[in-house]
């Protein structure tokens, strides 16, 4: 016995009847992919903001892109912003100007909780998988050596102002504004308990402990914080 079934939805913007395809998938289920009319970022499927059910592939896949199309965004308003006002500039300053606002844009995202342990510091940026400068091109990325303090807040006691916690931060906090001054590298952190993906990804054991980053290579720092030690870790 044959069966029609019909699904009616009303897109959040106009789409193409002529631009769509689909596909059978397991478990009884249907892949469709159609078409938008205009290249447009919807914030949502439908134009109506119920949720029906099973659509959870399209809220699944907007997330996965989000930061890319967030940068995207970023680069296309600016760049439309310069050929509005009718400024003059190379494609290189473009891409300077472009890469500088993305990484910003990206490091808003590594923002941590008020228990994390630099979370009062702004001197020291939290790094996380949305803002990784040791794997990112432009200015002061993966060209600049960077050092990185993986801790963990939970086992440190920030939340109770535990004495390791308070001795860690003073002392990276020291450690960044001496660094900075002689203009030798730059000095971030990872709250390994926000951010758990990140350092299972770059397969953290024991914390707190530090690693430089320069040039897309790694290398372990075991000694004192102090600035000569230091020093001479960045410049080996």
Known sequence: MRKSYALNLEFFKEVDPNAWSWRLASAGRMTVEISKTYSLIWPRLLKSRDKP??????????????????????????????????????????????????????????KTSADSTFASVSAVQELCTSYWPPRMKGKNMQDTTWLVLFHSPK?????????????????????????????????????????????EKQEVGHMPFVRRYIK?????FYGEWDIDTLMGFIRS
């Not at 450690?175 to 926000?194: F, H, M, P, Q």
């Not at 897309?216 to 372990?220: D, L, P, T």
């Open 216 to 220: 897309g290579k790694r290398k372990n």
């Open 53 to 110: 059910n099973n659509m959870a592939a399209w809220d699944s896949m907007n997330q996965r892109w989000a930061e890319e199309i967030s940068t995207f965004e970023l680069y296309r308003k600016r760049r439309e912003e310069k050929a509005r006002k009718g400024n003059e500039g190379n494609d290189e300053d473009l891409d300077a100007i472009d890469d500088e606002e993305a990484s910003a844009a990206a490091a808003k995202k590594c």
């Open 155 to 199: 086992e440190m006691k920030c939340k109770e102002r535990g004495p390791q916690c308070i001795k860690i931060k003073d002392r990276w906090v020291a450690a960044e504004r001496k660094i900075r001054e002689l203009g030798a590298a730059k000095l971030a952190s990872v709250d390994c308990d926000a951010f758990s993906d990140l350092c």
